[in-house]
Structures are given as structure tokens and as C-alpha cells.
């Protein structure tokens, strides 16, 4: 699974051009290709991300500047390495002593990425396209966070930088110009999204929780999330109500007395093992009537039902059960995966085009070159007739200078015109071909891996292990 040397090669320089002796990697482990036994035993904590890049960049010679990213169902270390290294063995064996896991079994689960393809996985992975849940919100703020520990430690750099600022600008585009992110994909998260239809504000509602199981927990949080104004807890063992109501900064009632308070509660989570149902239409009626008739949200989680499926008819109260939330659940699935089409075409529109960008930078060189060649034909030839021509006065030397000089710039005008248009135009690898081409026509001296291939970048084509 290690990378192969290849011929294409684009880089980094401190401001974002080209710098001959720079790559971009990505080498890692996702949901993708390991299991969750494996992602545990490598996540770092918050405060031990950057101290680990700098012991990368330190005990790996190849390594100049790095990223690591650590979230559940990734650890990553974005790189930028010297052209002459593969970072790919040092990455995994750093990671290895890191966590006391054997090297060769991160080898099986590993891969590895750069140049174009690890510019787009950045890409991607910033605009959740690679997360388990496409179009969840978290990664991006975790990326962003673990990208600024790097850089306040100063172990991630201004070489680095241009990768993963561009990385948010198309994050924030696919979030701007898709739907990816605004349907709900759980059973909690829908059982929110349909209370917000309910009610166009949850920021003056009440919220009951009957039972602990983990979705109605999950659904609370989720409410929590959106700006619920309180929650009320309870259990048939009251301490687990109490347990539960202070993680929430909620209110704890006792199991046998929760209708007494139902009146207060706007949206209802029913979460309880249970042979019949807790909560029947006649119940129900007597609490719409303490409610004054005000709409009431009842989702019910429970299998079997909680909530008699007849309190539905009741005027203003809104029943769902989990199949309700789960087919709700599937259609905006379907639509994320839609709407995900089209983020998948902008990110390879951004990757593109930075690739292109990177490009056109790395033809800067030749067109430095160009420039400083014909200058010196133009000064040579100048001095010479400057010497036989001794008798001008200062202010005629002066002219011909001048006159001189702007032949030259008004003979590169369209030259240089053409070779920016041209390369960025060009993908890597025919941006090295111009520069080659450049390079024998005007018999300039030769660069240092310019323009073969785009940021401390090699493009190798393809994708490794995903």
C-alpha cells in the first residue's frame, strides 16, 4: 500500500508558490478502512495534538510541517515533506509508537495520499463527504480547531497554510450553495427537526423526558442543541431521573406522579420498556385541557409503544413513532445523497482549480528567467555600443537605456500574457512540459524540479487505500 515514486511533482514555497523540495501527503486511518477497536486505540486528546506533531516533524527527517487531526472515525497527519522522502513508513511507525499498536498492523489499515489527491481528500474531508454521516457539521470545526493548535504551536506553518485555508473557503461553499447539511439523517435529530416545525421557536419550550433510553437521551440533547428552554426528567428509578435531569440542568419527577407535571411540557421523549402503553387518549385529553388546547409534540421511542397511537386525533397534539422518525430519517438521507452529487462536483471544481493555481505559480520561475535572459542579451549588447559610442553625453546613454529597456518588456509582453494564460489553463503535468519547452527555445538555465507536478504537491494520480 505505499506510495510510489512518480514523475509529477508540484510544491510549496513559504508564500505559496513553488518551492522545488516540498510535498503534500495524507496518511492515515478512517471508518474506511479500520474498525473502531483500531480508531480508539489511536485517538489523541485535544491538548496532545500538536506536542505529536512536533515529535513527528522531529524524529521524521522528511517531515517539515504537519496537521494531525484526531475526531472518532479518523486520525490523519497532513504533511508537507521533502520531495527526496516518503513519509508514509515514518508516518505509521510514529503513529505506532505514539499508541503501543504494531506498525504492521496500521500498515493493513492505512493509506496514504498526495499531491492532487491529497488537496481533494482535504477538501472532502472538510466538507464531510468523507464522514460517516455525510453532511454532519462536526468535522469542520474540528478540523479547524486541530489546524489552529498546529499552527499556534507553530509546527504548521505558511507552507502548509494554502492547503487548508482553501480547504474551509470550499467547505463553506458546499455548505453555502447545497442542502447537504439541512435535513436531518437520525432518528433524534429528525425528532427534532420536526418538533422545529411544530414550534418556529424552541426557546420558550419545555421539554419531558420519559425513560433513559439512549435515543430520547440523544433526542434531548439534540433539542438542547436548538435552544429548548428547559427540560423535566423522569424514571422508574428515580436516582437515574436525578442522574439524567443534572446532566441536562434539568428538573427530576418521580415515574408515578410524571403526568401530574405533562401539562408543562411542550415536547414529550417516551423511552420505556414496557408491556402496554404508558399514556392513554383519556389521560391525554386531560392534559390538553390543562394546556388550554396549546400544541403538544409527542415522540414516541419506545418498542413497544409508549404512547397509545389514538391520542393522535386529538385536536393540536402531534404523535410520532420511531418507524415515523425512521422514514423521515431515510427520506432526507436520500436527499443529503443528492444534494452530496453535487458537493462532490464542487470539490473537484475547487481541487482543480487550486491545482491549476499551483500551476500557474510554478511557471513564475521560467518567466523570471526568460526576463533575466533577454535583459542580459539586452545589457551586453547596450555596453558594446554604449563603447563605441563614447562621445554620448549622460543623458543619452540614458535614452538608449531606457529605450532598450522597453524594447525588451514590449517583446515579453505577450509571451508572459500567454504563458499565465497557458498555464493556468494547463493541469501539472503540461505546465512542466511549457517550462521544459521555454527552457530550450531561449537556452535558459535549467530549475530544480519547477513545474513538475502543484504544493510541496506531487500528484500521483490516484487514491490510496479508500
Same mark, same amino acid.
Given at each position: ?28 486511518? %478512517? ?28 524524529? @521524521? ?48 489499515? $492505512? ?14 474531508? /472538510?466538507?464531510?463527504?468523507? @464522514? ?21 504551536? &507553530? ?5 502548509? !497554510? ?10 463553506? !461553499? ?7 447539511? @439541512? =435535513? ?8 427534532? #427537526? ?18 433513559? &433510553? =439512549?435515543?430520547?437521551?440523544?433526542? /434531548?440533547? +439534540? ?21 439524567? /435531569? ?24 417516551? %423511552? ?27 415522540? #414516541? ?25 425512521? !422514514?423521515?430519517? #431515510?427520506? +432526507? ?25 499551483? @500551476? ?18 539586452? $545589457? ?16 543619452? !546613454?540614458?535614452? *538608449?537605456? /531606457? ?16 504563458? =499565465?494564460?497557458?498555464?493556468?489553463? %494547463? #493541469? ?18 535549467? *530549475? ?19
Amino acid at each position: 500500500m505505499s506510495a510510489q515514486p512518480q514523475s509529477k511533482v508540484t510544491r510549496l514555497r513559504p508564500d505559496g508558490g513553488a518551492r522545488p523540495d516540498l510535498e503534500f501527503w495524507v496518511v492515515g486511518i %478512517s471508518h474506511h478502512t479500520a474498525p473502531v477497536s483500531l480508531r480508539e486505540r489511536m485517538a489523541f486528546s485535544a491538548e496532545g495534538l500538536a506536542p505529536a506533531a512536533r515529535r513527528l516533524v522531529a524524529s @521524521s527527517p522528511g517531515v517539515v510541517e504537519a496537521v494531525v487531526l484526531s475526531t472518532c472515525n479518523r486520525v490523519e497527519v497532513f504533511a508537507m515533506v521533502r520531495a527526496d522522502a516518503d513519509p508514509v513508513g515514518p508516518v505509521v511507525e510514529f503513529l505506532g509508537r505514539e499508541h503501543s499498536v504494531p506498525p504492521a498492523l496500521l500498515d493493513q489499515h $492505512r493509506y496514504a495520499h498526495r499531491g492532487r489527491a491529497a488537496v481533494r481528500h482535504l477538501f472532502r474531508v /472538510a466538507s464531510s463527504l468523507d @464522514s460517516m454521516m455525510v453532511g454532519e457539521p462536526q468535522i469542520l470545526g474540528q478540523l479547524k480547531e486541530q489546524y489552529r493548535l498546529a499552527t499556534d504551536d &507553530g509546527i504548521a506553518s505558511a507552507r502548509i !497554510r494554502p492547503c487548508f485555508e482553501r480547504a474551509f473557503r470550499v467547505a463553506k !461553499r458546499v455548505r453555502s450553495e447545497t442542502g447537504i447539511a @439541512s =435535513k436531518a439523517v437520525s432518528v433524534s435529530s429528525a425528532a427534532v #427537526d420536526l418538533a422545529q416545525r411544530i414550534f418556529d421557536d424552541l426557546g420558550d419550550k419545555t421539554a419531558m423526558i420519559i425513560g433513559a &433510553g =439512549k435515543m430520547s437521551v440523544l433526542a /434531548a440533547r +439534540h433539542l438542547q442543541g436548538h435552544g429548548i428552554a428547559s427540560v423535566i426528567v423522569t424514571n422508574r428509578s428515580f436516582d437515574r431521573a436525578v442522574e439524567m /435531569a443534572r446532566g441536562f440542568g434539568g428538573t427530576p419527577v418521580p415515574f408515578e406522579r410524571y403526568t401530574q407535571y405533562l401539562h408543562l411540557a411542550d415536547v414529550v421523549l417516551g %423511552s420505556v420498556a414496557t408491556s402496554g402503553h404508558i399514556l392513554g387518549v383519556g389521560q391525554m385529553a386531560d392534559v390538553m385541557r390543562a394546556r388550554r388546547r396549546k400544541p403538544m409534540f409527542l415522540i #414516541d421511542l419506545g418498542v413497544p409503544r409508549n404512547f397509545d397511537p389514538a391520542i393522535n386525533d386529538l385536536d393540536n397534539v402531534y404523535l410520532y413513532n420511531i418507524d415515523d422518525l425512521s !422514514r423521515v430519517a #431515510d427520506e +432526507h438521507r436520500a436527499e443529503r445523497e443528492r444534494e452530496a452529487i453535487r458537493a462532490e462536483e464542487i470539490v473537484e471544481e475547487e481541487t482543480e482549480r487550486f491545482w491549476r493555481g499551483l @500551476s500557474a505559480r510554478d511557471l513564475t520561475p521560467t518567466i523570471v528567467a526568460l526576463r533575466g535572459r533577454l535583459d542580459q542579451i539586452r $545589457r551586453a549588447e547596450l555596453d558594446r555600443a554604449l563603447s563605441a559610442l563614447q562621445r554620448l553625453e549622460p543623458p543619452e !546613454r540614458r535614452a *538608449l537605456e /531606457a529605450m532598450t529597456t522597453a524594447i525588451v518588456n514590449k517583446i515579453l509582453h505577450a509571451p508572459t500574457a500567454m504563458l =499565465k494564460a497557458l498555464a493556468s489553463e %494547463s #493541469d501539472a503535468e503540461s505546465a512542466a512540459e511549457i517550462a521544459e519547452m521555454v527552457h530550450r527555445l531561449f537556452a535558459l538555465e535549467p *530549475l530544480e524540479g519547477e513545474a513538475r507536478g502543484g504544493p510541496g504537491v506531487r500528484d500521483d494520480g490516484d487514491d490510496q487505500g479508500e
